[in-house]
């Protein structure tokens, strides 16, 4: 997203994950991130995961709330599904899609895989629409609002809804306890589905969604405070380095011998038109890490080591005094895009999207409006928010304005104690304190059923593969989601005989 002004737009990819573009600006800009929008944008071509699920193909209807004859488009929405374990009338484990290829989200969500046997579980992986490949209309899906309109959170709740109704139909299991599972902007979606659609899912494990993000629910300045904490908690030394490393980079003329400049210091495939690219290029890497502070080696956005943002101190750390902030930054930031030693050059403009994530910048500009700033006290450059600006932002970019408190409208946010101890059960919320987008989730418990399990780790860690390194608390968690879905399951079993 385009922004002209020192402002941060509103959550432009979560996934969350979400979680979302580069915002380039005259005197500041200021990187948006989105839970996972720039970080799966590839430079290339790239490679399908290899995971254990067969790919299908489900009829889908396009407008699900109005009978009009185009309502009645058909387009064919991916799916992905494992039955090894799975025998009639077992539990059905589906994980609602985020903004992005599904195979991507299969093959990073190891968690599911690993419990199956326990359950005898079917997995079901369904890929959001407007993402990957299932795309409503084929290419042209992005071309404007007309065909953008259709997608939105509460269509995809309908798509679930709908496909899994249909699946316990075909597989003559209607009376199949449904669990379903999402990280990031996936876990909002699981958790508003369990809110939604009571009757078709007995329960839902929302991994790092930050369901309060919206609104003045949290603090604005929530995320990045928590992004510069975390770099802080690692060495004092290495946050002011990144913290003086922008006056650095913002010393350099935008010129075209101050851009070949950079362009040298970046080491940069070709030279860059705007100092606004390197910029973003440390900003996403910073923020992305923060998010992915795993306790173990992982290739979730990019591949990287353990602990990565020590890691990065550890460089700032070590470096020679006498080198400038901005030397150290750069440093610290090629751990993110070059842990594998692989990368000759840096492409810090003219990224592939490689996962079909553009239309996140639509959510972002409709229904998906994060207002988030910057302040004094972050590592990052000051920006602020304005929801007018915004709105004109949007309107330039897709001719509709947002409508910033449609989600908390639709789905509930303020006083959410009170309203989900009264409307809902069944939820897991999981959090780890490292992750920026914690702040904006669910951390204590809301009721004996909702209940919210906070640990150590980074975005969506429980979600991952299972491995001998992985330490005690995590290890623990995993096993309390586990606890937890087992009395799901039995207590709906021990209704359907009382029936």
């Not at 209807?61 to 387009?75: A, E, G, M, N, R």
């Not at 709908?162 to 909002?188: C, W």
């Not at 491995?467 to 937890?484: G, S």
Request: aromatic share 14%.
């Amino acid at each position: 997203m385009k922004k002209e002004a020192m402002e941060l737009p509103s959550f432009s990819s979560i996934l969350l994950l979400l979680l979302c573009a580069f915002t380039l600006a005259e005197v500041e800009s200021v990187y948006f991130p989105g839970i996972y929008q720039s970080s799966l944008k590839k430079n290339g071509k790239t490679v399908k995961p290899k995971i254990p699920y067969k790919s299908q193909y489900f009829p889908q209807v396009l407008d699900h709330f109005t009978f009009q004859p185009k309502s009645y488009k058909i387009f064919y929405q991916k799916y992905l599904i494992n039955s090894q374990y799975w025998h009639k009338g077992a539990p059905i484990f589906v994980y609602t899609g985020n903004e992005g290829d599904i195979d991507w989200f299969a093959a990073n969500t190891g968690f599911m895989l690993d419990i199956a046997p326990k359950f005898h579980a079917l997995l079901v992986f369904i890929e959001h629409r407007f993402y990957g490949e299932s795309m409503p209309f084929g290419k042209h899906s992005y071309r404007s609002a007309k065909t953008l309109g259709y997608l939105n959170s509460q269509q995809a709740l309908a798509d679930y809804a709908v496909l899994i109704r249909s699946l316990k139909h075909n597989l003559s299991s209607e009376a199949s306890p449904v669990v379903v599972f999402g990280g990031s902007y996936g876990g909002m979606l699981a958790a508003w589905f369990r809110l939604k659609y009571p009757h078709i899912a007995i329960g839902a494990l929302a991994s790092s969604a930050p369901i309060l993000q919206f609104d003045d629910i949290t603090p604005w300045s929530s995320f990045y405070d928590a992004v510069s904490q975390d770099y802080k908690d690692a060495s004092l030394n290495c946050y002011e380095v990144i913290k003086g490393s922008w006056a650095e980079l913002n010393s350099i003329s935008a010129n075209d011998e101050g851009l070949a400049e950079i362009s040298r210091h970046f080491r940069a495939c070709k030279q860059v038109h705007s100092i606004n690219s390197a910029r973003d290029w440390l900003w996403e890497a910073f923020v992305y890490t923060a998010m992915v502070n795993y306790p173990t080696e992982a290739n979730f956005l990019m591949p990287l080591p353990a602990y990565p943002v020590e890691e990065m101190c550890k460089i700032i750390d070590g470096s020679s005094p006498q080198s400038t902030k901005l030397s150290r930054a750069f440093a610290a930031a090629s751990l993110y895009y070059n842990y594998s030693q692989t990368e000759k050059c840096f492409k810090l403009e003219d990224e592939t999207d490689e996962h079909g994530l553009s239309g996140w910048n639509w959510q972002a500009c409709t229904e998906m409006v994060m207002p988030m700033v910057v302040t004094n006290e972050s590592m990052f450059p000051p920006s602020s928010f304005s929801y007018k600006e915004n709105a004109e932002d949007c309107k330039k970019q897709f001719g509709v304005a947002p409508r910033p408190h449609w989600i908390t409208t639709e789905f509930g946010g303020t006083m959410i104690e009170q309203v989900l101890k009264r409307f809902g059960s069944n939820i897991i919320f999981s959090n780890g304190l490292q992750d920026p987008w914690s702040r904006g989730s669910v951390l204590k418990n809301i009721s004996s059923s909702i209940v919210a399990l906070v640990a150590e780790k980074a975005h969506h860690t429980d979600l991952r593969s299972a491995t001998r390194k992985d330490p005690d608390w995590l290890v623990n968690q995993r096993k309390q989601e586990v606890e937890i879905i087992q009395k799901w399951i039995a207590d709906y079993i021990q209704d359907m005989k009382q029936e």
